[in-house]
């Protein structure tokens, strides 16, 4: 589902959100939101504890951002699922928009493509912010892609530069990639007979 968000804080993954926007269409598969809006976590909407001691702040003048919760997922679990996530996501945006080659490093997309950042240019950058956790059994994360990551975004960030018809092609996708991934898995468990 594609919502409105007017800032990505980070407060919407602080709790269960999904039930707040889907109702009586919550899944037990999971439910994904995405929304087009600029980045601004700083420390109080941090999750990523190693980034708060190193004062690594999340800043995007205009990113799509992917909110997901999926229950049934401890924190190991969590993270692998942010891990398939996300590198099904890269390969979207790769093939389909980019044309680029997208490395993963962790949970991070990796665009090897000259771009120009803070002045300097380079040979490859970093598109995206990632974080993952598990509460009560209940994996929640989100995964953010910038579109024009700005003055405050450091050095290393990569700005796609998505068209409005590319973001809003890229999200549709992106949920439709979520759904039928989350379906596949389920469907997985329950053709085991011993």
Not at 149 to 156: C, D, E, F, I, Q
Request: charged letters at 20%.
């Amino acid at each position: 589902m594609i919502i409105e968000q007017e800032l990505y804080d980070g407060n919407l993954i602080h709790k269960r959100f999904a039930y707040n926007h889907f109702r009586n269409r919550t899944l037990p598969i999971g439910n994904l939101v995405a929304f087009r809006a600029p980045m601004l976590v700083e420390a109080d909407g941090m999750i990523d504890e190693e980034d708060i001691i190193k004062g690594e702040f999340i800043y995007s003048d205009d990113a799509i951002n992917f909110c997901w919760e999926i229950p049934n997922l401890d924190p190991f679990g969590a993270v692998a699922y942010q891990r398939l996530f996300n590198t099904q996501v890269a390969h979207i945006l790769s093939s389909n928009y980019l044309h680029k080659p997208i490395e993963m490093d962790g949970d991070d997309f990796i665009v090897h493509a000259e771009h120009q950042q803070g002045g300097i240019v380079q040979q490859k950058g970093k598109c995206s912010v990632s974080i993952t956790y598990s509460t009560n059994n209940v994996a929640i994360g989100h995964t953010g892609i910038n579109i024009a990551a700005g003055r405050k975004a450091p050095a290393h960030a990569f700005s796609t530069n998505l068209t409005d018809e590319q973001a809003t092609s890229f999200m549709k996708e992106v949920i439709d990639m979520f759904y039928a991934l989350n379906d596949d898995i389920f469907i997985a468990t329950t053709k085991v007979i011993v």
